[in-house]
């Protein structure tokens, strides 16, 4: 396991944490991050600057490590 991979699982664990076990409710959060990451990127590519840039990296590792914790409950 990698250095990435694990600070990943870390995070993931994290996500269970604060949100609980539940696979349904992963998914939702999971459907809330992805509209916010496309809002982001969408946000980035029609006015570029370094915040933009920053929201989307934070929105797609937030969503990242939704996606993680639910492989980790499934």
């Given at each position: 396991?990698?250095?990435?991979?694990?600070?990943?699982?870390?995070?993931?664990?994290?996500?269970?944490?604060?949100?609980?076990?539940?696979?349904?409710?992963?998914?939702?959060?999971?459907?809330?991050?992805?509209?916010?990451?496309?809002?982001?990127?969408?946000?980035?590519?029609?006015?570029?600057?370094?915040?933009a840039?920053?929201?989307?990296?934070?929105a797609?590792?937030?969503?990242?490590?939704?996606?993680?914790?639910?492989?980790l409950?499934?």
């Amino acid at each position: 396991m990698n250095e990435d991979t694990a600070a990943l699982d870390a995070s993931a664990r994290r996500v269970l944490v604060a949100h609980g076990s539940d696979p349904r409710r992963l998914e939702a959060l999971i459907r809330d991050l992805r509209q916010l990451r496309d809002e982001a990127d969408r946000m980035a590519f029609e006015e570029p600057s370094p915040d933009a840039l920053r929201e989307y990296r934070r929105a797609s590792r937030e969503l990242a490590e939704a996606e993680r914790a639910l492989g980790l409950v499934s």
